[in-house]
């Protein structure tokens, strides 16, 4: 956008310096720029908006990302705890199994 305006700035100054006694082709270029600049702040809102977007959608990602990564711990743990239930029954089975064979 600056860049544009840079670029009227210095077609004015060449247009003055020059000599030139009619603005119309001038002032169509002018409002030709601000046509352009107009339509480029429109763009840029277009844009920011689609960010917004992007980063509301990125954040509901990772809370939905961590509460799978919760549920998933939670699932471990509850596997862990069976899996030393399990341990403790089978040593149980081993001992009663000994002691008879012992007998």
């Known amino acids: 956008m600056n860049n544009v305006l840079k670029v009227a700035a210095v077609a004015a100054v060449l247009a003055f310096g020059a000599g030139c ?3 119309k082709p001038l ?3 002018v409002d030709a720029l601000k046509a352009q600049v107009g339509k480029l702040a429109a763009d840029v809102d277009g844009v920011k908006s689609a960010v917004d977007g992007a980063n509301r959608a990125a954040a509901s990602a990772q809370q939905t990302a961590t509460a799978a990564q919760n549920t998933a711990n939670q699932a471990l743990q509850a596997a ?4 030393q239930c399990c341990d403790a029954t089978n040593e149980k089975i081993d001992r009663m199994f000994k002691k008879s064979m012992s007998k």
């Open 27 to 29: 002032q169509a270029e």
């Open 80 to 83: 862990q705890a069976s899996q």
């Open 21 to 23: 006694t009619d603005l």
